[in-house]
């Protein structure tokens, strides 16, 4: 009989672990299943683009892949858009303002997963991302090309593959070769001395070529990260093995993420970023031109000949709704930029849409200290992080990279 | 062996039960008590009693980060349903001091006092308010939908 007095001191024991918190599972179910919410595994399928009929036509992508890399397709013949979305670098550039022909006022963003953006730029002035491909062709600070000298030089180097998949170019032999509605004054008087089917002939190219690059774009998808396998490894109860097992202190970082730091909020989902603008207070930089963010970008996407609601769209207007149901106005879209996703971000510095902060440590003591905006209102309340707290953040933040 | 020894066994357990009881009581008490959440029916009165509102999507489920359309569905107090109403919705977080990341609108209208209420968008986990402005034959009233994610 004395053996169950044992058995039953054992169990009661036992009981009294559970209810004292020594046996305390590492994660309540409502983090789980938050964890579970930023698994790349639960990144559903891209979906077609019907504003793009050549998405996914095999043979565009191979020609938007030919113009990605082509130093052609800019004024002076060296800058393309893998200069500053650079292939071995998760299409980033690690500079704090992107360089092309001149100096932009804004951090390059990586590619992965960018086929599924609502929004394109860090304020979200064009809608798809065929609209987007063109926007630094024409930047003078870009590409610093034209439309006009676009069309005619796709005619000459890749007129064959284009007819292949667009159908046949137009007639570009009286269309000048510099033209367009953004370039120059002289680049200017030409466009607008061209008759409205010229334009026209020229903006269909043009927008051809910016669906062939979004067509090969849409390929670059994120990977599976060390966040990924343990996320998984924890949603099926199996003990994370090798590099899918977290350090307390990343776990820890875990926590504050999804708890008490309100990191998900915004950044959240498979992609860590719910696809918004935010003013969080991101300083502006001293010597560059003032930027506003989402406020100017609004007006900007709206005059967009390229958008949605344009004539270049293929496919019905139903896929417009983000456009159409877009906020225009209001206080919380000054200085708000986009949520950016969070996956390869620890091997990616500089931080922020330009460059303001060289390090995690950096971003996460800017959240934690909250600062006021120099205009409009952050939507960040102070959290007081402590050292340790924020080293487990930055730990966690690595994990999204590994 | 004997009775005695085998209350002495029951006596045992039945201590240990209390014990286990009364440290799971003080626990549970200890810990902090949810707050009464944001009244989070579907279906209500408009502020000042002119309509009878009701609020669903119209797929069945709310998807977070996914633009959705919604159905509104007005009826008079004495149960008619209301037509030809004008609509305006605008809403946010309480608790983050923000609108909406979208302008949701009403987009058609489907019968029976039924409304569309297209581009409607919930990006983040949270308390949600819609607030709808409805002007109709019976007069103008408003109501207020929470939606916790």
């Not at chain 1, 931080?351 to 902060?357: D, I, N, R, S, V």
């Not at chain 2, 549970?28 to 009878?52: E, H, I, W």
């Amino acid at each position: 009989m004395r053996w169950l007095i044992s058995v039953a001191s054992l169990l009661a024991l036992a009981a009294l672990a559970s209810v004292g918190g020594c046996g305390e599972p590492q994660f309540s179910d409502a983090e789980k299943k938050t964890i579970a919410s930023l698994a790349l595994n639960t990144l559903p399928s891209l979906k077609p683009d019907t504003t793009n009929q050549y998405a996914d036509l095999p043979a565009a992508a191979a020609l938007g892949s030919t113009l990605f890399f082509d130093g052609g397709m800019s004024r002076d013949g060296t800058v393309s858009c893998s200069t500053c979305h650079k292939i071995d670098r998760q299409f980033q550039d690690d500079l704090p303002q992107a360089v092309g022909v001149g100096h932009t006022n804004r951090r390059t963003m990586p590619l992965a997963g960018v086929a599924r953006n609502p929004w394109f730029f860090w304020d979200g002035r064009r809608d798809s991302l065929w609209a987007q491909a063109l926007t630094p062709l024409e930047n003078p600070l870009e590409q610093a090309g034209n439309r006009a000298a676009f069309a005619h030089y796709i005619k000459k180097r890749f007129g064959e593959r284009y007819e292949r998949i667009f159908g046949l170019l137009p007639d570009l032999s009286a269309v000048p070769a510099n033209a367009s509605p953004l370039g120059s004054d002289a680049e200017k008087a030409a466009w607008n001395a061209m008759p409205t089917g010229q334009q026209e002939d020229v903006n269909r190219v043009f927008a051809n070529i910016g669906k062939a690059i979004a067509a090969f774009e849409r390929s670059i998808e994120p990977e599976q990260t060390r966040f990924d396998r343990f996320a998984i490894d924890l949603a099926t109860g199996a003990a994370p093995q090798g590099d899918a097992a977290f350090s307390p202190e990343e776990v820890f970082g875990l926590k504050l993420f999804i708890g008490k730091a309100n990191c998900v909020t915004c950044h959240n989902g498979p992609r860590f970023t719910d696809n918004s603008f935010h003013n969080t207070a991101v300083p502006p930089i001293d010597g560059l031109p003032p930027d506003r963010g989402r406020v100017d970008a609004v007006a900007q996407v709206e005059a967009d000949p390229f958008n949605c609601l344009g004539k270049f769209r293929d496919g019905d207007e139903s896929a417009c709704r983000e456009l159409r149901f877009m906020v225009k106005d209001g206080p919380q879209m000054m200085r708000a930029y986009k949520t950016p996703s969070l996956r390869g971000a620890a091997s990616r510095p500089p931080y922020m849409h330009a460059g303001q902060f060289a390090t995690l440590e950096e971003v996460v003591a800017h959240y934690s200290k909250a600062p006021p905006s120099m205009e409009g209102v952050s939507e960040v309340h102070s959290l007081d992080l402590s050292e340790r707290e924020r080293a487990a953040l930055v730990a966690f933040l690595k994990t999204l990279s590994d | 062996m004997g009775l005695a020894s085998i209350w002495r066994y029951i006596l045992a357990g039945l201590g240990l039960a209390a014990l286990l009881v009364g440290i799971v009581t003080a626990v549970y008490l200890t810990l902090p008590q949810p707050a009464p959440g944001p009244d989070l029916s579907r279906s209500k009165k408009t502020a000042n009693g002119l309509f009878v509102a009701s609020f669903e999507p119209e797929r069945g489920v709310v998807r977070q980060g996914e633009l959705q359309s919604w159905l509104l569905t007005l009826k008079t107090a004495a149960g008619a349903p209301v037509e030809g109403a004008a609509i305006t919705v605008s809403g946010g977080m309480p608790q983050h001091d923000h609108g909406l990341p979208t302008s949701p609108q009403a987009t058609d209208y489907l019968g029976q006092g039924r409304y569309r209420i297209d581009g409607v968008k919930f990006t983040m986990s949270g308390w949600w308010q819609l607030r709808f402005a409805v002007s109709a034959a019976a007069g103008s009233d408003s109501v207020v939908f929470n939606i916790v994610l």
